[in-house]
């Protein structure tokens, strides 16, 4: 008999049978017949090796070897019903012994964690239901794990290989995982990641955060996934990543922050997305965007932080505060991602760092009448053909009338040309306020719009006066007297007047501001 409330034992071999009390009963190894256990080698420092010439039986605890830091080598097969935190603590184990699981539904939560396992050579080929939470979390020097274990029906991956030196996972069929939050945190010798089918997956947090040797993102089924921040955070040698289905999504913040070798972003679906915060915050050779739905997003803070190298942002619907870091932006693609901006009644603000298509603004004072084309100035310095003209006086909004019959815009002596975008205060026209439309049939006191160039008349829903607004630009100059305007302005006075090589107006149109 052999009493393994023994903190100092350091062998357990070939052993005939032993007890140890836990709370008034007394449990037995039997030779030939197995045994039903609990804790009985929690805690046992010192135990090096266990050597047994039978099975053990483990149904009911999920602690029998924890804490057992010395732990070695376990030999005969391990059945096991709860896996759980058998071997947490097991420092000097570098083999996963012969474990057979026979329970339905398993909590394997922390089973290795921090063990010396280098190798996963043997394990139960048929996991069953249940989590694999910080299974081997910690252990530093894994680097495999069986490609053939079918893992269909484990349920989360949390922390699963945290920290090891896993450099493959080669396991596909995830099917009901539903959460790999922190999965790879940390394993940065992963370097290739088989397509994974987890279409039950909602949470995919910090999945492969810090795997910074990955290079190419594998294809991922998971259109049920919700939480996606940090999911390849700062993996900072990713070059690829394919598209992702992702309809449900709502936080893609940090997503993809501090992957500086990231050239293109990947299309996302991003519908339901409210968070966008530092998503590709530090991604320094990042060139473009693409088109991502932008509708729901409230929050694009840090969003493009340090993208040095950034040339084109397709965004479109965008409904929150936005800026731009100090990149590579021209004129022609501010003046796309003016198109994406979602209308405004009431004001947001788009600020535009500094870029090459950032141009200079030169503000002067000037002098306008309503409904005049001519701004008289003393100083022209810096004024050219073709820039764009902002100012309180010049693009306040013009009255107006809608009327139903005919779809028609009523406003006297206009001046207004087919082509040019218009917006209008109310829902009058479209049903939509602050909508950009372009001119079309226009005639000396009425026009048309629609919503696309030269295409057909879009419904005026209300007949009644409104506001509209519109862009000018200069078309002659007299220098140090006067410019004239493509179309009258919108109020008389002497006012600040902004001129610039960049076209801003179509946010302005839409009831945005511009800053930088």
């Known amino acids: ?22 709370g008034g009963r007394i449990q037995h190894f039997v030779w030939g017949q197995g045994y039903s256990g609990d804790t009985y080698f929690r805690d046992m420092v010192n135990l090096v090796q266990i050597d047994f010439p039978f099975n053990i039986n483990v149904y009911n605890d999920k602690k029998v070897f924890d804490n057992c830091p010395s732990l070695k080598d376990i030999s005969g097969e391990i059945t096991l ?132 040797a990955l290079q190419t993102a594998p294809n991922i089924t998971m259109a049920n996934a919700l939480d996606m921040s940090g999911m390849f955070l700062n993996c900072t040698s990713l070059r690829h990543v394919p598209n992702y289905n992702t309809p449900l999504a709502t936080n893609m913040s940090n997503m993809f922050s501090s992957c500086e070798s990231l050239v293109t972003a990947p299309l996302l679906t991003t519908a339901n997305v409210t968070n966008m915060g530092s998503m590709f915050y530090r991604c320094k050779v990042l060139i473009s965007i693409p088109a991502y739905d932008c509708d729901k ?6 969003f493009l932080s340090e993208c040095w190298s950034l040339s084109q942002v ?116 479209g049903g939509v306020a602050r909508k950009a439309y372009y001119v079309i049939n226009a005639t000396t006191d009425t026009f048309q719009c629609s919503a696309t160039a030269g295409g057909s008349a879009v419904t005026v829903t209300t007949t009644g006066a409104t506001t509209m607004f519109y862009p000018r630009y200069v078309t002659a100059i007299v220098a140090n007297t006067s410019v004239t305007l493509s179309a009258p302005a919108s109020s008389s006075g002497s006012s600040s007047v902004i001129f610039r090589a960049l076209d801003t107006s179509l946010a302005l149109i839409k009831g945005w501001t511009i800053s930088g």
């Open 1 to 22: 008999e052999v009493h393994l409330n023994c903190p100092n034992l350091a062998y357990f071999l070939n052993s005939e049978s032993y007890n140890r009390s836990t």
């Open 81 to 212: 019903g709860k896996l759980g935190e058998q071997f947490r603590g097991c420092k000097s184990l570098t083999r996963v012994p012969n474990i057979k699981v026979t329970g339905n539904e398993v909590d394997h939560q922390s089973g290795f964690f921090n063990a010396n396992l280098d190798e996963v050579l043997t394990w139960p080929q048929k996991q069953p239901k249940g989590n694999y939470n910080s299974m081997f979390n910690g252990c530093k020097n894994l680097r495999s794990f069986p490609a053939t274990v079918d893992l269909s029906l484990v349920t989360s991956f949390g922390q699963t290989f945290q920290s090891t030196s896993l450099r493959k996972f080669l396991n596909s069929n995830l099917s009901s995982c539903v959460t790999t939050y922190y999965m790879f945190y940390f394993c940065e010798n992963l370097d290739y990641v088989t397509d994974l089918n987890m279409p039950a997956l909602t949470q995919v947090t910090s999945m492969f955060s810090d795997a910074k």
């Open 297 to 302: 997003v409230t929050s694009f803070g840090g």
């Open 314 to 429: 397709d965004l479109y619907n965008v409904n929150a505060t936005f800026t731009f870091p100090n990149a590579q932006m021209s004129q022609n693609a501010f003046v796309s991602f003016f198109e994406g901006l979602k209308p405004r009644t009431s004001t947001l603000t788009v600020t535009l760092g500094t870029n090459p298509g950032a141009t200079t603004a030169y503000t002067k004072t000037a002098t306008s009448t309503a409904g005049s084309t001519t701004l008289t100035l003393a100083d022209t310095t810096n004024i050219a053909v073709g820039m764009c003209v902002t100012g309180t006086n010049i693009m306040s909004g013009v009255a107006c009338s809608t009327d139903t019959a005919g779809d028609l815009i009523t406003a006297t002596t206009h001046g207004l040309v087919d082509g040019t975008r218009v917006s209008f205060a109310a829902t009058n026209v």
